[in-house]
């Protein structure tokens, strides 16, 4: 643990005036700020040190108390805090307006669809001013590309399949300007949100996929590579390579034991383990397993069962009244 704070006082450059930051959320996830706290006072979460910064723009807290001050949303995952956001699949940031209000972050998904760079840009534009920190799953370890997903202003990015220590480095050399890593300066529309470098190196956020049984296996080293925030578990794709029938719903239950070593080394190191919840249920199951980076399921998965509730109430009571259909 003290490594870690070691590593943080560098890429959060000494921050001052550490307090206790306001734990104030929407209605819709006091349960889930219960929860964690529940966690914490019995001992289940690692403890994390926690502070503040004057000034911070864009980077979420909007449910935060009258007159507390904003976190970035690398300070509030080296903080221990228990975040939760939207994972917006259909690439709309129009969509993205209404589905992630009140969340902690979101995550755009540019690994599974076809979204072009001009509609990232979009996404990125709308979570700024939701004033929602947002994070790019890339679909490369590519290190210009991932550079060019983070000229769009993103919080961050998750980059998938990453299976050993030496992967992750390379990565986060392309996520960091010097003298921290090897990032090319010369984004005007980065530049516009937050004109430092320093500043870019105290906030931006780099999550490791672990997706296959080389990754479980290395997970300890990749996880304490300076610079790796936290790691986020492809339950789905580590089933498919260990050969485990599954679907996107039973796949954590099917690889439990080898998640739970992936969150175990992430609290050791003091990093944020997260997931993709797919169900409420599953949310309350995974805060409760020590995850802390969560995303709450995909917006067109949930358009998909509101419709779907929807249609089936609109039938029952059609059938009741026997009106053609």
């Given at each position: 643990?003290g490594n870690?704070?070691e590593?943080?006082?560098v890429f959060?450059?000494?921050?001052?005036?550490?307090?206790e930051?306001a734990?104030?959320?929407a209605d819709?996830?006091?349960?889930?700020?219960?929860?964690?706290q529940?966690e914490?006072?019995?001992?289940d979460?690692?403890?994390?040190r926690?502070g503040?910064?004057q000034?911070?723009l864009?980077v979420g807290?909007?449910?935060l108390?009258?007159?507390?001050?904003?976190?970035y949303?690398k300070?509030?995952l080296?903080a221990?805090?228990c975040l939760?956001?939207?994972?917006?699949?259909?690439?709309?940031?129009?969509?993205?307006e209404?589905?992630a209000v009140?969340?902690?972050w979101?995550?755009w998904?540019?690994?599974?669809t076809h979204?072009?760079?001009?509609n990232?840009v979009?996404g990125?534009?709308a979570?700024?001013?939701?004033?929602?920190p947002?994070?790019?799953?890339t679909?490369?370890?590519?290190?210009?590309?991932?550079?060019r997903?983070?000229?769009?202003g993103?919080e961050?990015?998750?980059?998938?399949?990453?299976?050993t220590?030496k992967?992750?480095e390379?990565?986060?050399?392309h996520?960091?300007f010097?003298?921290?890593?090897?990032?090319?300066r010369?984004s005007?529309r980065?530049?516009r949100?937050?004109?430092?470098t320093?500043g870019?190196n105290?906030?931006?956020v780099?999550?490791?996929?672990i997706?296959?049984p080389e990754?479980?296996?290395n997970?300890?080293?990749i996880?304490?590579?300076p610079?790796?925030d936290?790691?986020?578990?492809g339950?789905?794709?580590?089933a498919?390579r260990?050969?485990?029938t599954s679907?996107?719903?039973t796949a954590?239950?099917?690889?439990?034991?080898e998640?739970?070593?992936v969150?175990s080394?992430?609290?050791k190191?003091?990093?944020?383990?997260?997931?993709i919840a797919?169900?409420?249920?599953?949310l309350t199951a995974?805060?409760?397993?020590?995850?802390r980076?969560?995303s709450?399921g995909?917006?067109?998965?949930h358009l998909?069962d509101t419709?779907?509730r929807?249609?089936?109430?609109?039938?029952?009571?059609?059938?009741a009244?026997?009106v053609?259909?």
């Amino acid at each position: 643990m003290g490594n870690y704070l070691e590593e943080t006082t560098v890429f959060l450059d000494a921050i001052e005036g550490r307090r206790e930051h306001a734990k104030t959320f929407a209605d819709d996830k006091r349960k889930v700020s219960t929860i964690c706290q529940l966690e914490a006072d019995r001992g289940d979460a690692t403890p994390h040190r926690r502070g503040h910064r004057q000034g911070c723009l864009d980077v979420g807290n909007h449910n935060l108390a009258r007159g507390a001050t904003r976190m970035y949303l690398k300070e509030r995952l080296a903080a221990g805090h228990c975040l939760v956001g939207a994972l917006i699949y259909s690439n709309s940031p129009e969509l993205m307006e209404y589905a992630a209000v009140g969340m902690d972050w979101i995550l755009w998904e540019a690994q599974h669809t076809h979204a072009d760079w001009q509609n990232i840009v979009h996404g990125v534009r709308a979570a700024h001013w939701m004033k929602v920190p947002i994070l790019v799953r890339t679909w490369t370890h590519d290190g210009g590309t991932i550079e060019r997903l983070l000229d769009t202003g993103a919080e961050g990015v998750i980059v998938p399949m990453v299976n050993t220590a030496k992967q992750a480095e390379e990565i986060v050399s392309h996520c960091y300007f010097p003298p921290l890593g090897n990032r090319s300066r010369g984004s005007a529309r980065m530049a516009r949100i937050e004109p430092d470098t320093d500043g870019w190196n105290r906030r931006t956020v780099t999550i490791m996929m672990i997706e296959t049984p080389e990754a479980v296996q290395n997970a300890e080293a990749i996880v304490m590579v300076p610079g790796v925030d936290g790691l986020l578990i492809g339950a789905w794709d580590l089933a498919l390579r260990l050969q485990k029938t599954s679907t996107a719903y039973t796949a954590h239950d099917s690889v439990k034991q080898e998640l739970d070593h992936v969150v175990s080394v992430c609290r050791k190191a003091g990093k944020a383990a997260g997931v993709i919840a797919l169900t409420p249920e599953a949310l309350t199951a995974r805060i409760r397993e020590g995850y802390r980076l969560i995303s709450a399921g995909a917006d067109v998965n949930h358009l998909a069962d509101t419709y779907r509730r929807m249609r089936e109430t609109a039938q029952e009571a059609i059938r009741a009244l026997e009106v053609p259909v």
